[in-house]
């Protein structure tokens, strides 16, 4: 069975049945240039049936014939039913061709054209046309600027293992050396190459592979989103139906950053927020199209359940060795075989060679051996309790010696009672071992890293599998408080409207008061109780410890008088048209470990949630978690334990353990802030959150808000259940 199957289930209901009709329309129009028209009439017919089915007419302006064969001047003359339209016109004459589209009833259109929003405003404009037209007529459009592959016949390989993969990329170019794979012995059910996504997007196709019983695995080459909505529902039909999601997802720059203000806006950069939904929906994510081919495959091939314990298998031991680090350095476990299997190897092998794990057969041992000794080596090798998969790597094209071996894993694998992995690392591959392994149908890989790498994506898919849930919508409830705190605000907030928000929800923060004179700030710190915090409160410098506008362990309310002032001319000097509100006092919150929670609002998925390592540092360490809402608790505790920095709280270097619950409770609330005010919160910093023995308390806070309420529809969809 393949990894995205489920013995659990029964047979898929294609619940995408909408996108079912347009994979099998009751009809095809090809609107536009005739394709294959040199053809003679029969032969020109016959060829588009082979993608289209019985029903094909052709539609072109100046209508007449092709033989017998009639020419449409439009689809509205087309006395049958038609379920498709393939439109191949100018890109100014789709919308015209649409509208006749709409007034003959056909459904849906597949628009081949191109020169569309991929050119600029003026494409743009025509795009926005054709969709406009498509919606006042009720037709779901694919494209523009895509071709006809999602309706191209797969081929069926023969002696194919394991499941098939669907493929949908939002580029032409990179899905076919994908498809490419079947000389490879991989199948693909389906390649949908989505175009530039007027209506008809990536997350449909996503879903509609989650339901498709002849897909068991789903890959994509992704530049991007249109609606978190439908993707969070496309994801997690993946989950329920247990289809791994495998994509390249290009766009990971830094590009999101430059107008970011807090460090929660420069850490989340523009991709991270992606990457965290990815992390709570086991996609496995990959950087390159031949890692993404092999680790599809690898899903698509290796029976679910598969156990992480690898024995590695080659012909020499630097091959041995080599294969053995860079597994190591993906985390996969290699644990030394039985003494009684080692013992019954060395019975084949010469005893100076290694067979504990890696096991290495000399070479010459594949020319000279026979068949049965050589296969009695994968015999027992795959006996040995420690071994659930076996990885065999073929460094380099060695005449006899690798074409004996492929032929012997080829033999070897239809009885094999684990599964058999083999890598082909040589650039030489037009010899009868590489086209036994590819006959076999055995999971092929063209590298050790890759290979390794793949292996990791699947065992770290399981685990992630078992976790897999619904998660509920969070609360959206603005509290009282926080919208009087709210209310008229843009860009950067003051400390007392911050600490106001913040309140609002439940986030803990140190007990603080303004100053506004030298005066009042010996009352205050009196008040507050030494040691206290002072910081200059103005919204036009929101880094205040770069500026020098801080200061930490003032002990009386006398130094406190001379803070106040050397603050406040310490800020005019920073920014001389500066408005100073007064000064922070603040209780300064002893010792625990210091982390970085926040929020942060992708235009597409809506809030995220960040947790990292904090301080002065935070931007220096990297050291963060990423979540788009909705998140639960289970996804706050993921966060905070994929954290290098995680070992600081639970007591390093004689460190009293912190209270991770509490920073959880942070978290969720930091969540709830982020749901209720939506896209108003642009950013916001609790930089540091002081995690201590018992409880955790944010001793600075940075609020950067919208300067206008965004609507709420846009609010609402960002955080739209994916039930």
């Not at 294969?323 to 084949?348: C, F, N």
């Not at 919208?706 to 039930?723: D, G, Q, R, Y």
Request: proline letters at 6%; aromatic letters at 6%.
């Amino acid at each position: 069975m393949a990894a995205g199957a489920s013995a659990s289930l029964d047979p898929l209901t294609q619940l995408r049945s909408d996108l079912d009709q347009f994979f099998h329309p009751d009809g095809v129009a090809l609107v536009g240039a005739i394709p294959m028209q040199h053809l003679p009439p029969d032969a020109l017919v016959e060829s588009q049936r082979e993608r289209w089915g019985e029903r094909v007419y052709f539609v072109n302006a100046r209508g007449g014939s092709i033989g017998e064969v009639p020419v449409y001047p439009s689809v509205t003359e087309i006395p049958d039913r038609v379920g498709l339209a393939v439109i191949s016109v100018g890109p100014r004459q789709v919308a015209g061709a649409l509208d006749q589209c709409g007034r003959k009833g056909i459904p849906y259109a597949l628009i081949f054209t191109a020169g569309f929003s991929e050119v600029g405003a003026e494409g743009a404009a025509l795009e926005t046309e054709i969709a406009e037209v498509g919606r006042r007529h009720g037709i779901r459009l694919f494209g523009p600027n895509t071709n006809t592959n999602a309706f191209e016949r797969m081929p069926d390989i023969e002696g194919r293992l394991g499941g098939k993969i669907g493929l949908v990329t939002q580029s032409g170019h990179q899905g076919r050396p994908i498809v490419q794979g079947t000389l490879f012995g991989i199948g693909f059910s389906r390649w949908v190459p989505t175009g530039n996504e007027v209506d008809l997007e990536v997350a449909d196709f996503i879903e509609y592979f989650a339901y498709d019983d002849d897909t068991a695995v789903i890959a994509g080459y992704l530049e991007g989103f249109r609606n978190g909505a439908s993707l969070r529902r496309a994801l997690q039909a993946a989950n329920d139906q247990r289809k791994p999601v495998v994509v390249i997802k290009v766009g990971s720059t830094a590009a999101g950053q430059r107008s970011a203000v807090s460090h929660t806006g420069h850490l989340t950069g523009s991709d991270a927020v992606v990457d965290g939904l990815f992390k709570q929906h086991g996609v496995v994510r990959v950087r390159d199209l031949d890692e993404l081919l092999e680790t599809a495959a690898l899903f698509a091939k290796l029976p679910a359940g598969t156990g992480e314990n690898v024995c590695l298998y080659s012909i020499s031991g630097g091959s041995g060795t080599l294969m053995a680090e860079v597994a190591e350095a993906a985390g996969i476990v290699t644990p030394p075989l039985s003494e009684r299997t080692q013992e019954q190897l060395h019975e084949l092998l010469p005893a100076y060679l290694t067979v504990a794990n890696p096991v290495d057969n000399g070479g010459a041992f594949m020319v000279y051996a026979p068949p049965e000794r050589r296969r009695r080596v994968l015999e027992l090798v795959a006996a040995d309790p420690a071994v659930d998969v076996i990885v065999i790597g073929i460094t380099g094209a060695l005449g006899v010696m690798t074409d004996n071996f492929g032929r012997d894993i080829r033999d070897f694998i239809a009885a094999s009672p684990k599964p058999v992995i083999a890598t082909w690392n040589s650039f030489k591959v037009d010899e009868a071992g590489f086209g036994e392994l590819v006959a076999g149908g055995v999971p092929l890989f063209r590298s050790f890293r890759n290979c390794f790498g793949a292996l990791r994506a699947y065992f770290d898919y399981q685990r992630a599998a078992a976790r897999f849930r619904h998660r509920v919508p969070i609360d959206m409830s603005l509290p009282a408080g926080a919208a009087d705190a709210l209310a008229g605000a843009g860009g950067v907030v003051d400390a007392e409207r911050t600490a106001g928000v913040l309140q609002a929800f439940g986030i803990p923060i140190a007990r603080q008061l303004i100053a506004r004179s030298e005066a009042e700030a010996a009352t205050a710190a009196a008040e507050l109780g030494p040691p206290v915090v002072m910081k200059a409160a103005t919204t036009r410098v929101a880094h205040k410890s770069d500026a020098g506008l801080v200061r930490l362990g003032v002990e009386s309310p006398e130094r406190a008088r001379s803070v106040y002032a050397e603050l406040l001319a310490a800020a005019h000097r920073a920014d001389p048209a500066a408005r100073v509100d007064g000064i922070l006092l603040q209780q300064q919150v002893q010792g625990g470990t210091e982390m970085i929670v926040g929020v942060t609002h992708d235009p597409v998925l809506g809030p995220a949630v960040l947790v990292g390592t904090g301080g002065v540092f935070a931007e220096v360490l990297q050291d963060v978690a990423v979540r788009p809402l909705p998140i639960d608790r289970d996804d706050a505790m993921e966060m905070v334990r994929g954290l290098r920095g995680a070992a600081l709280l639970e007591g390093a270097r004689g460190r009293a353990p912190a209270d991770v619950d509490a920073l959880v409770g942070v978290i969720m609330a930091v969540g709830r802030l982020a749901a209720a005010c939506g896209p108003r919160i642009r950013e916001l910093d609790l930089n540091p959150v002081i995690v201590g023995e018992h409880g955790a308390v944010a001793v600075d806070a940075l609020l950067v808000t919208t300067p206008a309420p965004a609507e709420k529809a846009v609010e609402t969809a960002a955080l739209e259940s994916p039930a």
